[in-house]
């Protein structure tokens, strides 16, 4: 196992300090244990099953067939969809993640630039007022 790289220290006295977000080495869970917790995330939100409800129901047309199988169907489609996307994300957040890992001044300009863009919205709606209620 190959040793962490320490961070450079800066400032008079040096200052050395881990960031929020670096990646640590972690215990592996079963494959078995991480869908099994997925799945009772998943089915213990009732938000996604009305909303599932509420938007294929919009594009059954009863005149064409069985409204059941148009239903699995759409649900079918739409299931592969969101799979594919949250798997190139996953993909593509690893692969950033090994870069942010093997380039420590990456991470420290990410943390930079996100708090810079952070700072600017807190400005942003702190500036933002409200237009006067109508009675």
Not at 12 to 30: F, Q, S, Y
Not at 103 to 128: C, D, N
């Amino acid at each position: 196992m190959a040793t962490p790289r320490r961070p450079r220290c800066r400032g008079n006295p040096p200052v050395c300090g881990r960031g929020l977000v670096e990646a640590t080495e972690l215990p592996r869970d079963a494959n078995w244990k991480l869908f099994r917790m997925g799945l009772v995330t998943s089915l213990r939100n009732p938000k996604a099953a009305i909303m599932y409800l509420g938007l294929i129901a919009q594009f059954i047309v009863p005149a064409r067939g069985d409204v059941v199988l148009q239903g699995f169907a759409l649900g079918t489609v739409q299931v592969a969809v969101s799979m594919t996307v949250n798997s190139l994300i996953i993909f593509a957040a690893g692969s950033i993640a090994g870069l942010v890992r093997e380039r420590s001044a990456w991470a420290a300009w990410q943390r930079r630039i996100t708090g810079t863009l952070l700072g600017a919205l807190a400005v942003l709606g702190a500036r933002e007022v409200p237009g006067r209620a109508r009675v």
